[in-house]
């Protein structure tokens, strides 16, 4: 999978929108791009994803770039419960790796009270 | 949502023992299922990728007669590690990829992990 490049960590404060960066340079036409988070003691949980347009779910909203070199996480309204680390993956949507995700180091956000 | 369970959550064993961890998908089939191991502070590694009825992929460095994987059923993989050392205690998590795509297709669904240690 290409890989990915975001700050070590974030800081933001309670009920305010929160922006996360990625740069995916080397995305590839077939490349999914893949928000998963992590709290403190836990397995990793399903954030959002999407290819090429802006997606919204109730979790989270995802900005692609139009050249899809980056992408940005937004959380529009940060509670203390989304303190977690957050991974931007791209994951082969052409099924040759099998699905595979490759975490990296991910943004660790804290969200101050 | 989809959930995926293991168990146990949290285990002690003494070194040359082994360790059986089990992962189910609760309320979907899994294709795929995924194991990952964590050490403190560091990002999840791969360890092996499962797909019922055949024999895993296991990920470069991995040892494949230590890590025992199988996945039985389309509900069910574990993993065992044999003759478990001080070396291999740490944060085992599975994750699951369902078969229909009704299901959320193109995600995984994670486990709550497996803190082991190994005295």
């Known amino acids: 999978d290409a890989k990915t490049t975001q700050p070590n960590s974030m800081e933001s404060n309670e009920e305010e929108p929160v922006h996360l960066p990625c740069n995916h340079s080397t995305i590839s036409g077939t490349d999914y791009i893949h928000w998963y988070r992590q709290l403190p003691s836990q397995g990793p949980e399903y954030v959002i994803h999407g290819l090429t347009s802006n997606v919204n779910n109730r979790m989270a909203s995802l900005a692609i770039a139009e050249d899809r070199k980056s992408s940005t996480l937004i959380l529009h309204r940060a509670t203390l419960r989304d303190a977690a680390v957050y991974y931007c993956?791209?994951?082969?949507?052409?099924?040759?790796?099998?699905?595979?995700?490759?975490f990296g180091k991910g943004t660790l956000l804290t969200v101050n009270p | 949502g989809a959930v995926v369970s293991q168990h146990p959550s949290r285990v002690i064993c003494k070194s040359g023992t082994s360790v059986k961890i089990e992962c189910r998908s609760l309320d979907f089939q899994a294709t795929t299922m995924f194991w990952y191991r964590q050490f403190p502070k560091k990002s999840l590694m791969l360890m092996a990728t499962?797909?019922?009825?055949?024999?895993?992929?296991?990920e470069q460095g991995v040892e494949k007669d230590k890590f025992l994987i199988n996945h039985a059923s389309l509900t069910l993989s574990t993993l065992t590690v044999t003759s478990a050392h001080p070396e291999d205690s740490s944060f085992y998590i599975c994750?699951?990829?369902?078969?229909?795509?009704?299901?959320?297709?193109?995600?995984?669904?994670f486990g709550p992990g497996t803190r082991l240690l190994v005295l």
């Open positions: 994750s699951a990829r369902p078969r229909l795509a009704g299901a959320g297709g193109e995600t995984q669904y």
């Open positions: 993956i791209l994951r082969d949507a052409s099924g040759g790796s099998n699905y595979k995700l490759t």
């Open positions: 499962s797909n019922e009825g055949s024999k895993a992929t296991y």
